[in-house]
């Protein structure tokens, strides 16, 4: 059951109703102490007594109590009452980069490389300290007052030593679809390069006004994922270089070990855009070019059976000969 607006909880009194997630309730709450309004984050109640969800909280605790990043929300403090934890954070209360995109996108280009330059530090920060985020998208980015983006909900990260878990009510799958980078479609747990790919479908979208893939369902988009090509940024918009998309696809690249090894790789590009290497649009637009229809495996099938029914009919002819 929900906290109620007026409801105390600890000692915070609850202001309203923020969202729930696949494993808590997230609430505007006063705090009765510091007289101050903050985020409080509570289980609900399927997941208090599921013990993966229970480990999937704690981990985002020991992530919030390990991060201090001016592009990461902050964690002001956990406890439990009445034997239920709950995590308290800094409240933002600007708008939501989903937000931004609806209203604005797409951006114009300084301005999205300002703000991915930005998010990618923050994520820097994440990994340096062993922590992958693993549910990166536009919901996941508040901005404050003044335009400072922030990284919120820990809740999926990855922390070093952290053990596998899956939920009893939610997908084993962890991630958003239009966001996942293959090797998540695949199941495996990822690494800092999977928060590389999700960053680089933001960048995509800030620039585009849309994620690189789409479909009429949640297999549809992971499947373009596992197997699309993703469209190529400077044939869209004039303003955006080759050096630029060459950028984005690097992030976008299926195979990890073709992206950006880390966050500070991708920083130094966008700090020295006229350096860039522009082979990897070769190598990814050249990969997605069609096959011409005499190369084609049905046509190459076709040709190698008839070449053997004509080399038997010849064979045919020679033996009758013969005799």
Same mark, same amino acid.
């Given at each position: 059951?929900? =906290?109620?607006?007026?409801?105390?909880?600890?000692?915070?009194?609850?202001?309203?109703?923020?969202?729930?997630?696949?494993?808590?309730?997230?609430?505007?709450?006063?705090?009765?102490?510091?007289? !101050?309004?903050?985020?409080?984050?509570?289980?609900?109640?399927?997941?208090?007594?599921d013990?993966?969800? *229970?480990?999937r909280?704690?981990?985002?605790? /020991?992530? $919030?109590? @390990?991060?201090?990043?001016?592009?990461?929300? !902050?964690?002001?403090?956990?406890?439990?009452?009445? &034997? @239920?934890? *709950?995590?308290?954070? /800094?409240?933002?209360?600007?708008?939501?980069?989903? /937000?931004?995109?609806?209203?604005?996108?797409?951006?114009?280009?300084?301005e #999205?490389?300002?703000?991915?330059?930005?998010?990618?530090?923050?994520?820097?920060?994440?990994?340096?300290?062993?922590? +992958?985020?693993?549910?990166?998208?536009?919901?996941?980015?508040?901005? @404050?007052?003044?335009?400072?983006?922030?990284?919120?909900?820990?809740?999926?990260a990855?922390?070093?030593?952290?053990?596998?878990?899956?939920?009893?009510?939610?997908?084993?799958t962890?991630?958003?679809?239009?966001? $996942?980078?293959?090797?998540?479609?695949?199941?495996?747990?990822?690494? !800092?390069?999977?928060?590389?790919? #999700?960053?680089?479908?933001?960048?995509? /979208?800030?620039?585009?006004?849309? @994620?690189?893939? &789409?479909?009429?369902?949640?297999?549809?988009? $992971?499947?373009?994922?596992?197997?699309?090509?993703i469209?190529?940024?400077?044939?869209?918009?004039?303003? +955006?270089?080759?050096?630029?998309?060459? %950028? %984005?696809? !690097?992030?976008?690249m299926?195979?990890?070990?073709?992206? *950006?090894?880390?966050?500070?790789?991708?920083?130094?590009?966008?700090?020295?855009?006229? &350096?860039?290497?522009? &082979?990897?649009?070769?190598?990814? *637009?050249?990969?997605?070019?069609?096959?011409?229809f005499?190369?084609?495996?049905?046509?190459?099938? +076709?040709?190698?059976?008839?070449?053997?029914?004509?080399? =038997?009919?010849?064979?045919?002819?020679?033996?009758?000969?013969?005799?």
């Amino acid at each position: 059951m929900m =906290l109620q607006i007026g409801d105390q909880f600890d000692h915070f009194q609850i202001r309203g109703h923020i969202a729930q997630g696949g494993m808590s309730d997230i609430y505007r709450a006063y705090d009765l102490i510091s007289g !101050k309004d903050v985020v409080l984050k509570v289980p609900d109640r399927m997941s208090i007594g599921d013990p993966a969800q *229970y480990e999937r909280f704690q981990r985002e605790l /020991e992530v $919030m109590r @390990t991060l201090n990043h001016p592009s990461i929300q !902050k964690g002001l403090g956990s406890g439990k009452y009445n &034997s @239920t934890p *709950y995590l308290i954070t /800094e409240l933002v209360t600007g708008e939501s980069m989903r /937000e931004l995109i609806r209203r604005s996108a797409p951006l114009p280009v300084d301005e #999205a490389v300002a703000l991915i330059r930005k998010i990618a530090d923050g994520l820097g920060h994440c990994h340096d300290h062993n922590i +992958i985020h693993r549910d990166m998208k536009p919901e996941n980015i508040l901005f @404050t007052d003044n335009k400072q983006p922030i990284i919120l909900d820990f809740g999926l990260a990855l922390t070093k030593g952290g053990f596998r878990v899956t939920y009893a009510n939610l997908s084993g799958t962890a991630g958003t679809p239009d966001y $996942m980078a293959p090797e998540q479609v695949e199941g495996k747990r990822g690494d !800092k390069r999977t928060d590389l790919y #999700a960053l680089g479908v933001i960048f995509f /979208e800030l620039l585009s006004g849309r @994620t690189p893939f &789409s479909g009429d369902n949640n297999l549809a988009v $992971m499947a373009q994922q596992m197997h699309g090509t993703i469209p190529r940024l400077d044939k869209e918009r004039p303003e +955006i270089t080759p050096q630029l998309a060459a %950028v %984005v696809a !690097k992030c976008l690249m299926k195979n990890p070990d073709d992206r *950006y090894p880390d966050m500070k790789a991708l920083l130094y590009d966008l700090d020295h855009l006229g &350096s860039v290497d522009l &082979s990897v649009l070769d190598k990814l *637009y050249e990969e997605s070019k069609p096959v011409p229809f005499y190369k084609s495996p049905i046509v190459l099938s +076709i040709g190698a059976g008839l070449g053997i029914l004509i080399f =038997l009919a010849l064979l045919g002819l020679l033996l009758q000969a013969i005799r």
